[in-house]
C-alpha cells in the first residue's frame, strides 16, 4: 500500500519536471487521477496503521486488564468505495 502511494507521487512528479515531453492537458487529467488514487490508498493506509498502533498498545497491557478478543476487535472496517 506505502508503496503503490510513493510510485503515484514520484510519477506525479515526474509529469510536472517532463511537463514539455508529455502533452499537458493528459498530463494533468493523469496526475489528477493519480492524487485521487494516493488519497484513496491514504484512507486505507491510515486505518492500517492506527490498527497496528492499537494492537501493539493492547499488548502492552497487563492481561488482567485485557478481556475478550483484542486483536479481532481492533481490527477496522475497510470502506468499501464507490469508482463510478
Known sequence: MHETRVAARRLRSTLRVCGEVVHAASAYELS???????????????????????TMLVAGLPPEQVRGPHRTNVRLEIPQFNTA
Do not use: I, K, P, Q
Not at 489528477?32 to 492499537?54: I, K, Q
Open 32 to 54: 489528477n487521477e493519480l492524487a485521487w488514487y494516493a488519497d484513496l490508498l491514504g484512507e486505507v493506509r491510515d486505518r492500517e496503521v492506527l490498527s497496528a498502533r492499537l
